[in-house]
């Protein structure tokens, strides 16, 4: 069973690379007009280059699972604003793309929260149409809108789950169909545990990420062992394997959130679990230390005995 592991977004052992860089829509609109627009293709330039970067440094770094972040382009989806963000950067994009392509680096998109599906007020739902062709967008620009994966939650339940997933799933068919073949599931926290986010992912023939951290947070009934495998089978259409979130909680008090780091004794149930499947499978380490946590909880698991480095990002089990 061959792992390799990636992070999201911000390499934090290079200086000053941030690739989210932003400007609230009040800072915008104190700007003088004719300024506007530059601000925010400077920004935009800022976040490319700095992306540019982090893959120089993940490709020296044999890591092959890297997030984009969603913050790339500054306001392109606000109502006001809807600026082009593509064609001043065609270059810069097919460039991100090449790099992606030419080192085998698979790569993600994950919109925030309230890109979601659930929702009884169609405004929602046109707005998260409109951030998935955001996403879908810069994935076209970079060619990497065949293979590259836009991630996101089922959404709220609005007091009513039932309703809700049935809203979903005809909500859903509102998204272009190009789009959502590359739209993937995740369990979350706090609402849609594993076993009903996997329903949804088979009913609808989507590839489901497990989080496991929110597994934790927002356990099933029945033991992960007997999802795993029809989690897995999930990716069975799609030209990659599966892959999964890693995460642990900052502390009881604080369950839900993110760590700094990730600890091993909480995720060696899974991995144990993983390796009896003997399927390969990527994980996406999802802790504040970004790269750093990433390259700490590869160190500790080529540790334990039976498991074996093969890259600096990859081990086999």
């Known amino acids: 069973m061959k792992i390799r592991f990636g992070y999201v977004a911000t390499a934090l052992d290079l200086w000053n690379a941030s690739p989210a860089k932003t400007i609230t829509f009040k800072q915008y609109s104190t700007l003088p007009k004719n300024e506007r627009l530059d601000k925010l293709k400077h920004i935009t330039a800022q976040?490319?280059?700095h992306t540019k970067r982090i893959l120089h440094y993940n490709i020296a770094h044999e890591i092959k699972l890297y997030r984009f972040s969603s913050?790339?382009?500054p306001l392109a989806t606000h109502p006001d604003v809807m600026w082009d963000y593509i064609t001043p950067f065609q270059k810069d994009w097919k460039e991100?793309?090449?790099?992606?392509?030419?080192?085998k680096i698979r790569a993600s998109f994950h919109p925030g929260q309230y890109t979601l599906f659930t929702s009884d007020k169609e405004k929602i739902t046109v707005n998260a149409i409109k951030d998935i062709t955001y996403h879908y967008r810069m994935l076209e620009a970079m060619n990497l809108h065949k293979e590259s994966i836009i991630n996101i939650h089922i959404g709220g339940a609005y007091g009513d789950k039932t309703s809700a997933i049935e809203r979903f799933h005809e909500n859903l068919k509102k998204l272009p169909r190009e789009m959502k073949k590359q739209i993937t599931?995740?369990?979350d926290d706090k609402t849609y545990n594993v076993e009903e986010t996997l329903i949804a992912c088979e009913k609808e023939n989507i590839p489901m990420i497990l989080d496991f951290h929110h597994h934790m947070a927002n356990p099933t009934d029945t033991d992960l062992n007997d999802f795993l495998p029809r989690i897995y089978n999930t990716w069975s259409n799609s030209n990659t394997?599966?892959?999964?979130?890693l995460s642990s909680p900052k502390s009881q008090q604080a369950y839900r959130f993110h760590c700094d780091f990730v600890s091993i004794n909480f995720i060696l149930p899974f991995l144990k679990m993983a390796k009896d499947l003997n399927q390969d499978f990527d994980i996406m380490v999802e802790a504040k230390q970004k790269d750093l946590a990433m390259r700490r909880l590869v160190e500790e698991i080529a540790s334990i005995r039976g498991v074996k480095r093969v890259t600096s990002s990859a081990v086999e089990w």
């Not at 394997?241 to 979130?245: D, E, F, L, Q, S």
Request: hydrophobic share 40%; no cysteine; aromatic share 0%.
């Open 241 to 245: 394997i599966p892959k999964v979130h």
């Open 47 to 49: 976040n490319l280059h």
């Open 96 to 103: 991100i793309g090449q790099l992606i392509q030419n080192h």
């Open 185 to 187: 599931l995740e369990n």
């Open 71 to 73: 913050s790339l382009a």
